[in-house]
């Protein structure tokens, strides 16, 4: 049995140019199914990290998972902002432990900027590291004096090539190229640890600092003929009048739809919280038939791939009858011709299969920043999980499956056509 | 002992009312090199697919060295046939994609008994392909690259490795030119008197009978009429 697959696999070698076109296509079909699944579950990882240990996301009025996008994720752009009054009124009430305003709107060469307080340090973190480390520096002063001070995430000091001490300038908006405020430059004053969250594409200013440059600004364009230089600001008053969201911890849990319904109601101006979790579980819920619709598409193409290997067998199956016919006359019996056809069917769908994970680490490589940037989806490298080997092996099943048809076919042919095939 | 006995066979294809083969009695002894003469599509190829086992007889028996191979399972006629007998067919008698020494070695593969036989496997081989006159610097080209007359010969050091009892050749010259025919049966019969198996040599051309212990034509031994297709 041994020679017979060894002949097998000597036999697929001579016709490596057509199986090696069917292994291709498994393998893009595998790693399809496989990249279908790892986002799905990255995403739904990667999210559920980014918002843990915020027990409400609050803003104004408006949809729940546009907050929690904007808020959370800093992607997609705030259409209202709320007033500084009411994020003081809400920050000291009595269940609240710690609040962090976020002023959202300008970005850095692609990369959102945040205004927030230094206490965004301390409660904006992933559950599994504590708060985000500095990998150097410190975190902006917050006072009038170091106003202009930025504090990077780790992937825009990466992929920028900031250090300490370098001089960045904000645009307005998050085009890359929307009007500039060239003229506040900011230095660099620290660099967070890498945290697997949106956090990591995310240039942290101060709130005095976002007013300082939006001061000769109304209406989101500068104003004409108006130009205060960056040493004068000082002699404003740069305390925050707005605010677009802010992330709430309380100091019990229990007192989440408590506090929920308190701002949902509260009187100074229309507002919202959000329960990040349900909000994120809302999401998926809406996303699930997309979802769905992804995976069953996915499988689709793998069948269609394992109809191609089924094809491609028994369309050798016609130029190998003579091949077959001399096994038989050296002794090979009809099982054994089975078993060289089902064989090289599960070789080349274990090959396709292992390519197609190949591929998949390949994707996964060159596409994980612009989904971290673009989605705020972090990809990671990483064996596959239970989930994804289960796929691989229904893969691997299928394509046993689909190589019995013309192990059968080969059986019949071999016992009809005994010796001497007729043409 | 003989090496190849038929008795009362008779073998019908599948929705053919008539018989295709209908053998009273024929025996080959033990060694004895025997020419087969019958038009083609007289049969033939029906009647080396019943000696080699592949094919069941409606009715009759099968002996070979002695052992009743109707009888026997059908796995068991599949290990028979790699112990005991070597095929040669009129061409494409190799696996285009081994080298012709590599086709040669492949019925040690398939039987331990003719491993055994065969010694240092290689070696004999080589010296088969030696004896048959094909030069060393083909030896290791794919089979795909040989002309038919040195695949031919590829073939019958492949169908003698391991001293099978029983050479079953079918038309094995049909594709070789005149000059070549005669060359290659004097090779084949060499070798099979060397390695001492019993040859049934089945061709439609008279001319190639010379050499052999005995001749015998198709109709001789077989009643049923040869009109039906093979």
Avoid at chain 2, 174 to 190: G, W
Wanted: charged share 15%; hydrophobic share 50%; aromatic share 6%.
């Amino acid at each position: 049995m041994k020679a017979v697959l060894v002949l097998a696999l000597k036999s697929a070698w001579a016709r490596r140019l057509t199986l090696g076109i069917t292994l291709v296509a498994v393998a893009l079909a595998a790693a399809l199914l496989l990249a279908v699944e790892r986002v799905r579950h990255d995403a739904r990882a990667n999210f559920s990290q980014s918002i843990s240990g915020v027990d409400l996301v609050v803003g104004p009025r408006g949809g729940a998972t546009q907050l929690m996008m904007y808020a959370v994720f800093h992607t997609g752009t705030a259409t209202q902002n709320m007033r500084w009054d009411s994020f003081e009124a809400l920050a000291t009430h009595p269940a609240v432990a710690w609040a962090v305003p976020l002023s959202l709107g300008d970005s850095h060469r692609g990369f959102p900027v945040v205004g927030t307080t230094p206490d965004y340090f301390l409660h904006r973190r992933p559950a599994v590291s504590p708060a985000p480390t500095f990998s150097a520096g410190r975190p902006f002063a917050g006072t009038v004096d170091g106003v202009f001070e930025a504090v990077l995430g780790s992937a825009v000091a990466q992929e920028l090539g900031y250090r300490i001490g370098d001089r960045i300038t904000l645009s307005h908006g998050m085009e890359a190229l929307g009007p500039e405020h060239a003229d506040k430059p900011f230095t660099v004053v620290g660099i967070l640890a890498p945290t697997g969250t949106p956090v990591d594409r995310t240039v942290h200013v101060s709130l005095e600092a976002i007013t300082a440059i939006h001061l000769d600004w109304a209406g989101g364009a500068p104003l004409s003929g108006l130009n205060i230089p960056a040493e004068q600001v000082r002699k404003f008053d740069l305390a925050p009048k707005e605010i677009t969201a802010l992330l709430v911890g309380l100091k019990s849990r229990s007192d989440v739809f408590r506090l929920q319904r308190h701002i949902n109601a509260y009187r100074g101006e229309a507002l919202m919280a959000v329960l990040p979790g349900v909000a994120l579980d809302e999401l998926w819920q809406t996303l699930s038939t997309v979802e769905n619709s992804l995976i069953a598409i996915s499988a689709l193409v793998v069948l269609v791939g394992l109809a191609g290997l089924t094809a491609t067998l028994l369309a050798g199956l016609n130029e190998r009858r003579r091949e077959l016919a001399i096994l038989r006359s050296l002794g090979a019996g009809p099982g054994e011709v089975f078993l060289m056809l089902v064989a090289e069917g599960l070789v080349v769908t274990v090959l396709g299969v292992t390519l197609g994970v190949v591929l998949m680490a390949v994707g996964i490589v060159l596409l994980a920043p612009m989904t971290l940037t673009h989605f705020g989806i972090h990809l990671q490298m990483r064996p596959p999980s239970a989930n994804e080997f289960a796929l691989l092996l229904s893969i691997i099943g299928t394509g046993l499956a689909a190589s019995l048809v013309p192990g059968w076919r080969a059986w019949r042919m071999s016992l009809a056509d005994g010796l001497t095939p007729r043409n | 002992m003989s090496a190849l006995t038929l008795t009362d066979l008779i073998y019908r294809w599948p929705r053919q009312p008539a018989p295709c083969l209908d053998i009273p009695h024929f025996e080959i002894a033990a060694g004895e090199r025997v020419f087969l003469r019958g038009p083609s599509g007289g049969g033939k190829s029906t009647l080396l697919a019943v000696l080699g086992g592949v094919a069941l007889p409606n009715s009759g028996t099968v002996t070979l060295l002695g052992e009743r191979l109707d009888t026997l399972s059908s796995r068991a006629r599949d290990r028979f046939r790699a112990d005991h007998i070597g095929f040669i067919f009129q061409q494409f008698n190799l696996l285009p994609w081994l080298s012709a020494l590599d086709n040669v070695l492949l019925p040690c593969t398939f039987s331990a008994r003719r491993a055994a036989r065969a010694g240092d496997a290689r070696a004999t081989a080589e010296q088969l392909l030696t004896h048959l006159d094909l030069a060393p610097g083909l030896w290791h080209q794919p089979a795909a690259e040989l002309s038919v007359g040195q695949q031919q010969r590829v073939a019958a050091a492949r169908a003698l490795i391991g001293k099978p009892e029983i050479v079953l050749a079918d038309e094995p010259t049909s594709a070789l030119d005149a000059p070549r025919q005669q060359r290659f049966i004097d090779l084949l019969l060499a070798e099979t008197r060397a390695a001492g198996a019993a040859l049934l040599f089945v061709s439609h051309d008279d001319r190639l009978a010379a050499h052999f212990d005995r001749r015998v034509t198709l109709a001789e031994i077989n009643r049923a009429s040869t009109e039906t297709a093979a």
